[in-house]
């Protein structure tokens, strides 16, 4: 009785929204229009989410999607309308991959013979700012605030080891790993690198720093000796940014605003617009022609559901990914799936369901193209392997081929804090995975059989999909982390690129010319709003997906942007009238 009136309460309450937010729209009802001269406004201060953000809270205060920043500069490089693009940068809030990515859409973007402008306070501030900067460079006018500063100041990796504080504590931490490379065992089971440790994270800083250094001095026309000189000296005060030529003017957020609009033209009416509110009108790229279905994996690979950003851990749920997989398949219309990966592993059984499923898409006719995001490692890399093509930024963090297992014992601990435990087994391995003792050797030759199988068919399974020797497929694993770039050579993956290099092999594989239109729809789909209440109203529906369909009507919205704006930041308070809830 009470589950049926809480979800009686909450149908009447996605009812009563709905109502209110169709109401707005029904009294604001016009074809929403661009102005003549657009510029668009991206800010990049804050991290970009990998695929759809939670719904329900992009209705509610909208977050920007690294997929939308790529949609709006592939949009907008093709619109008359638009004519160049205002970003505001800050820290280092996008993966080094996303980086490479966005520099590549800038570049195109400004290859339309359009202008782009970067702004910020400080890039990095009182932290660092080499990812920033690094995308920043990319414009063709990088402004900074007065008295800001320039953190283009290097890589650095502090890696935590608790070994110590676990002894004081008596917590005994049993984990094993295969092999040297695989690191994440050191965390806990050692109190500074190891010289394989050392060596990965040696070659991870160097390569990505070249990278760097290389990626600012190409795009500012410096020698890379130049861009090195700077990096050792920075943070840079203001002036001295200017003077070593990594910055070109120094205003306000103001004055680069200004500056935008009269290089747009500075037409009546002319006006910055933000990604999401201009996608919503002009429509996003890729609209027409034959379907590429656009599945992401996200997050920790786990079983069942993928966590929803926004509302905790995101996670990458094989039930989810799964059922998006088996959609694509049996549509019709799709001719091929771009799997995009940002994960840095988790469940095997979970992977290896993913993995399967991808298998089985190939088998059916539809081809698979997996495009990895800032990392694809362990079981991200392990559900790449399914895929006819894998591309990788240089920067991706990807590989880790090896696999770890273990527990901590908090035998020790409790015994000192008094507390004493009985046990009774029916079987050796009964309390394998109890935390309230060790492992005895029955239970670690149990998990060492466990990890051996893993990584021999982890093993065996890089050689088959990559057309590598058993001995080749070894060399590139031992739980190893790689850069892009790294494992390009290593035969790994396939294609340097991002998001653009996949659908361009997505056509290819489909059989479509190169250039051809097509149109990139995501799976999972989100359910019809009748199917939601219908859900909700019979217990099988989730209340926040319900309300999350509500964020459908942001194209119709897209001119109340302002208002909505305005009543974040409390300047039409006064206006609303009391809700009774706190805030």
């Given at each position: 009785m009470l589950r049926f009136f809480v979800r009686l309460f909450a149908l009447i309450g996605f009812l009563v929204v709905a109502a209110v937010v169709t109401g707005v729209v029904l009294a604001v009802r016009h074809e929403p229009s661009l102005p003549d001269t657009v510029v668009l406004e991206l800010d990049l201060r804050d991290p970009l989410a990998e695929g759809s953000v939670d719904r329900l809270g992009s209705f509610l205060g909208h977050e920007t999607t690294f997929q939308e920043v790529l949609d709006a500069l592939e949009r907008g490089r093709s619109d008359p309308r638009v004519k160049?693009?205002?970003?505001?940068?800050?820290?280092d809030g996008a993966s080094f991959a996303q980086v490479q990515e966005l520099r590549a859409a800038v570049e195109r973007f400004r290859a339309s013979g359009r202008f782009a402008i970067a702004f910020a306070e400080s890039y990095g501030d009182t932290g660092a700012g080499n990812r920033s900067y690094l995308l920043a460079s990319a414009f063709d006018e990088v402004w900074m605030q007065p008295l800001g500063l320039l953190g283009l100041t290097g890589l650095s990796a502090q890696i935590p080891f608790a070994r110590g504080a676990l002894d004081?504590?008596?917590?005994?931490?049993?984990v094993f790993q295969r092999e040297?490379?695989?690191?994440?065992?050191d965390s806990v089971m050692r109190t500074d690198f190891t010289p394989a440790h050392r060596e990965m994270m040696e070659s991870l800083l160097g390569?990505?720093?070249?990278?760097?250094?290389?990626?600012?001095?190409?795009?500012?026309?410096?020698?890379?000796?130049?861009?090195?000189?700077?990096?050792?000296?920075?943070?840079?005060?203001?002036?001295?940014?200017?003077?070593?030529?990594?910055?070109?003017r120094l205003g306000y957020a103001d004055e680069a605003r200004e500056e935008a609009l009269r290089r747009a033209g500075a037409a009546p009416g002319a006006d910055t617009?933000?990604?999401?509110d201009y996608l919503g009108i002009?429509?996003?790229?890729?609209?027409?022609?034959?379907?590429?279905?656009?599945?992401?994996?996200?997050?920790t690979i786990t079983g069942g559901d993928s966590g929803k950003p926004g509302l905790g851990e995101v996670t990458a749920g094989s039930e989810t990914i799964v059922s998006a997989i088996e959609d694509a398949v049996d549509d019709p219309d799709v001719k091929a799936i771009l799997f995009r990966i940002d994960s840095g592993g988790g469940s095997v059984t979970a992977s290896e369901t993913i993995r399967r499923a991808l298998v089985k898409a190939r088998q059916s006719g539809k081809p698979v193209i997996a495009t990895m995001g800032g990392t694809a490692a362990s079981g991200g890399y392990w559900i790449a392997l399914a895929a006819d093509r894998i591309v990788a930024s240089p920067a991706t963090v990807t590989g880790s081929i090896g696999v770890v297992a273990g527990k901590m014992s908090v035998a020790g601990?409790?015994?000192?804090?008094?507390?004493?435990?009985?046990v009774l087994d029916t079987a050796p391995n009964a309390g394998l995975w109890s935390p309230l003792r060790p492992f005895g050797p029955a239970g670690e030759e149990r998990l060492n059989a466990i990890i051996d199988s893993s990584y021999s068919t982890f093993l065996a399974r890089v050689a088959e999909a990559r057309h590598l020797t058993?001995?080749?497929?070894?060399?590139?694993?031992?739980?190893?982390?790689?850069?892009?770039?790294?494992?390009k050579n290593l035969g790994l993956i396939d294609e340097l690129g991002g998001v653009a290099t996949a659908l361009t092999l997505a056509r290819q594989a489909a059989k479509l010319e190169p250039d051809s239109p097509v149109t990139v729809t995501g799976y999972p789909r989100p359910k019809p709003l009748i199917r939601e209440i219908l859900d909700l109203a019979s217990g099988k529906g989730d209340l926040v997906e319900a309300v999350a369909v509500l964020a459908g009507l942001r194209p119709a919205l897209a001119e109340l942007a302002p208002l909505v704006r305005a009543a974040r930041s409390g300047a039409v308070e006064a206006r609303m009238p009391p809700l009774g809830l706190e805030r």
């Open positions: 160049g693009v205002l970003a505001r940068f800050g820290g004081k504590l008596d917590i005994q931490p049993q040297e490379y695989k690191s994440l065992a390569d990505l720093t070249n990278q760097i250094v290389d990626g600012v001095a190409v795009s500012r026309r410096l020698p890379p000796a130049a861009v090195k000189a700077a990096m050792d000296r920075a943070p840079l005060i203001d002036r001295e940014a200017v003077d070593a030529k990594l910055v070109d617009m933000e990604a999401a002009a429509g996003p790229p890729n609209r027409s022609g034959p379907t590429i279905a656009l599945i992401h994996a996200t997050g601990l409790s015994e000192r804090l008094g507390v004493h435990w009985g058993p001995e080749q497929a070894r060399d590139a694993a031992k739980g190893r982390v790689w850069t892009g770039a790294q494992a």
